[in-house]
């Protein structure tokens, strides 16, 4: 069993930057494919970015490519993603989600997930 837990969401304006943080604990939390997934009111859960334990490789949504990054700490248990440059349409829920898999843009291929942070970005 894995737990996690985000934080650093709140209220930017557009163009700004902010940094979410996913704190993951439990056993063998270390050997999981991490990913951010985001869901705005109304529409699906969709992908944002995914990194395979190690930090080697990343995987982004095309629609926030070359603005956001995703990062790991491995003497942290940490996963984050910092938001650059950021756009109303990234007004969401963001997610931080486990996968057994190296890494996955898929939903289906997550098993455990945080309750969630919300991030509002006014125009």
């Known amino acids: 069993q894995v737990q996690l837990v985000e934080s650093g969401g709140g209220l930017v304006q557009t163009e700004t930057s902010l940094r979410l943080s996913c704190k993951a604990s439990?056993?063998?939390?270390?050997?999981?494919?991490m990913g951010w997934f985001r869901q705005a009111p109304g529409k699906e859960r969709e992908f944002v970015a995914s990194i395979n334990w190690n930090g080697g490789y990343q995987v982004y949504a095309k629609s926030v490519e070359g603005r956001f990054t995703i990062s790991a700490d491995d003497a942290e248990n940490t996963i984050y993603l910092q938001m650059t440059r950021v756009k109303p349409e990234d007004t969401a829920v963001y997610y931080c989600?486990?996968?057994?898999?190296?890494?996955?843009?898929?939903?289906?291929?997550?098993?455990?997930w945080g309750p969630g942070t919300q991030v509002t970005v006014s125009s």
């Open positions: 989600a486990a996968t057994i898999s190296s890494y996955s843009r898929h939903r289906r291929d997550y098993d455990f």
């Open positions: 439990g056993r063998a939390a270390r050997r999981y494919g």
